[in-house]
């Protein structure tokens, strides 16, 4: 009989929220190795034991319109906002009831669904950055898909998170000329992460009228593209139809969870804007993303601001959920942490508690 299972052995998890629920293994943006897998699956993925793969969170259907446009994200099968947790399939949300209960990275051992999509990364890459694949897909897709951003390109990015670094990353690769990021006074240390990647302007829109400030940095001409990926304040929006120029794009990535008031739609009329929500990347965004990081072409080692040994996956999820460093970007848990990388971690945590003292 042809074995169908697949083991993956963890070597990282990502994290960026703090939602969390009993009876699940957490870890959705996860790195590691082949550990066992059966021949079908081997012939489907294109992996044998030991490769080295990053997997998507999702696990789609794989035969519904939207997967077989690459748009799996949108699937019916993996999607939060359509059922309620433990009834989609996602890494870092299926309940450990459900056999055969490894569904997150905060583990060894992931259990790798027939449905499920891997990539393969090499070996050189630490493994606490194969998961920024996510993010820079993400903007990847946001910037050049959906923005069209190009040659000579101004875009203003709303949010100086691993997101919207992601968006720097792309908007630079596409040959942005002008990168301004908007943040808030708290977010310095992301704004010099942000400048380091290629942001040309960094604007601290508690400190500086921004409107005024992105009208001078492009003499009047405004924005072609602007995404706004800042979490549930609604005041960017507002602020990014402002920002954008004449028949320009404005892409909307950051979830709200409440209605705009005073939400201006003549701005869009009047300058006959073009408006988007994203949800994610699709299948085209991940292959120059993970090359992206295989280059070393950017100091993508400044967004990974905290790692953790497995035992200590509760402070590392205190930290992401805002009651540890506030500078925090991405944090990873290594199953399996080398005695230089727990150094290089509380070397981190070190820096952090100066800065914060």
């Given at each position: 009989?042809?074995?169908?299972?697949?083991?993956?052995?963890?070597?990282?998890?990502?994290?960026?929220?703090?939602?969390?629920?009993?009876?699940?293994?957490?870890?959705?943006?996860?790195?590691?190795?082949?550990?066992?897998?059966g021949e079908e699956a081997a012939k489907r993925w294109g992996v044998s034991k030991g490769d080295r793969v990053v997997v998507e969170e999702f696990i789609p259907c794989g035969y519904c319109p939207m997967c077989l446009t690459g748009n799996y994200r949108l699937c019916d099968a993996s999607d939060p906002m359509l059922a309620a947790p433990g009834e989609y399939l996602r890494y870092g949300a299926v309940p450990t009831s459900v056999s055969p209960s490894l569904w997150g990275g905060y583990s060894e051992l992931q259990y790798l669904h027939p449905h499920s999509?891997?990539?393969?990364?090499?070996?050189?890459?630490?493994?606490?950055?194969?998961?920024?694949?996510?993010?820079?897909?993400?903007?990847?897709?946001?910037?050049?898909?959906?923005?069209?951003?190009?040659?000579?390109?101004?875009?203003?990015?709303?949010?100086?998170?691993?997101?919207?670094?992601?968006?720097?990353?792309?908007?630079?690769?596409?040959?942005?000329?002008?990168?301004?990021?908007?943040?808030?006074?708290?977010?310095?240390?992301?704004?010099?992460?942000?400048?380091?990647?290629?942001?040309?302007?960094?604007?601290?829109?508690?400190?500086?009228?921004?409107?005024?400030?992105?009208?001078?940095?492009?003499?009047?001409?405004?924005?072609?593209?602007?995404?706004?990926?800042?979490?549930?304040?609604?005041?960017?929006?507002?602020?990014?139809?402002?920002?954008?120029?004449?028949?320009?794009?404005?892409?909307?990535?950051?979830?709200?969870?409440?209605?705009?008031?005073?939400?201006?739609?003549?701005?869009?009329?009047?300058?006959?804007?073009?408006?988007?929500g994203v949800r994610g990347h699709d299948l085209r965004s991940v292959a120059p993303a993970i090359k992206i990081i295989e280059s070393g072409r950017y100091p993508l080692e400044k967004m990974l601001t905290h790692l953790y040994p497995l035992e200590e996956v509760g402070r590392a999820l205190s930290t992401i959920g805002g009651k540890g460093d506030r500078n925090a970007i991405h944090l990873s848990v290594l199953p399996v942490l080398e005695r230089e990388k727990v150094g290089r971690a509380e070397k981190i945590e070190a820096k952090a508690g100066e800065r914060d003292g």
């Open positions: 009989m042809r074995q169908r299972l697949a083991l993956l052995r963890g070597h990282k998890a990502g994290s960026r929220s703090a939602r969390t629920a009993s009876a699940r293994i957490q870890g959705h943006h996860n790195i590691g190795r082949i550990h066992e897998v999509i891997l990539y393969k990364i090499a070996d050189h890459v630490p493994a606490e950055m194969g998961p920024l694949f996510i993010p820079i897909a993400n903007g990847i897709r946001w910037m050049t898909e959906v923005g069209g951003v190009g040659i000579g390109s101004t875009v203003v990015i709303q949010g100086p998170g691993q997101h919207g670094l992601g968006c720097v990353v792309a908007a630079k690769e596409a040959g942005a000329s002008c990168i301004i990021v908007t943040g808030l006074t708290e977010d310095a240390r992301r704004f010099e992460v942000a400048r380091s990647l290629g942001a040309t302007h960094t604007i601290d829109v508690r400190e500086e009228d921004a409107v005024r400030k992105v009208r001078e940095i492009t003499a009047g001409a405004l924005a072609d593209v602007v995404v706004d990926v800042s979490a549930g304040t609604t005041e960017p929006l507002a602020l990014a139809l402002e920002f954008t120029r004449k028949l320009g794009v404005v892409i909307l990535a950051g979830q709200k969870h409440e209605p705009v008031p005073a939400f201006d739609s003549m701005a869009i009329y009047r300058k006959e804007l073009t408006v988007r």
